[in-house]
């Protein structure tokens, strides 16, 4: 019953996110939830209306994350001092970039991986993903828990200053 609803879950979908890859990936945990929830959906009389309702709230919730992300960031960056290339901020910027590079060789290489063809190399989430032959969010998702790692073991404030301070935070 609710794989019958997989194409227009998707359609729906694609309408807002506009990657193929995404769209499906988002499907496919949509279902999941739907799957996990069959009871109460076999209990209800306009289970269509329920179930694009629920992919309605997801796609929400999903830019919702996005745009607090985005207004976290942009927040840090207006509070970070003024940058400048006196020798005390270069010593400071090599000094951090190469704590946070200790930090990324104790990711998982997988992690590792997309880390360094993210942030080193500028590519994006689809070209990493057609590189290494995975979905663009299972990208994200090893570049997400790679953050996460790396914020755990260095000090977040210098973590997001060392991202702008090596030019990374843009290419977030």
Request: a positive charge.
């Amino acid at each position: 019953m609710i794989k019958q609803y997989e194409k227009r879950i998707f359609g729906f979908l694609i309408q807002y996110v506009k990657i193929p890859e995404e769209a499906e990936d988002m499907t496919q945990e949509i279902l999941i939830k739907l799957w996990q929830n069959k009871e109460k959906i076999y209990s209800i009389d306009d289970q269509e209306a329920y179930i694009l309702a629920m992919t309605r709230n997801y796609v929400r919730d999903h830019f919702k994350k996005m745009s607090r992300e985005k207004i976290y960031f942009q927040e840090v960056v207006d509070h970070l001092p003024v940058q400048d290339d006196s020798a005390f901020m270069i010593i400071k910027r090599k000094e951090l970039e190469t704590n946070i590079e200790a930090v990324v060789r104790e990711l998982p290489p997988r992690q590792q991986e997309v880390y360094h063809l993210f942030y080193k190399k500028g590519k994006s989430l689809v070209e990493i993903a057609k590189e290494l032959k995975i979905s663009p969010h299972t990208v994200k998702n090893h570049r997400t828990q790679a953050l996460k790692f790396i914020q755990s073991r260095v000090n977040p404030e210098l973590f997001l200053s060392g991202l702008i301070f090596i030019g990374l935070l843009s290419l977030l």
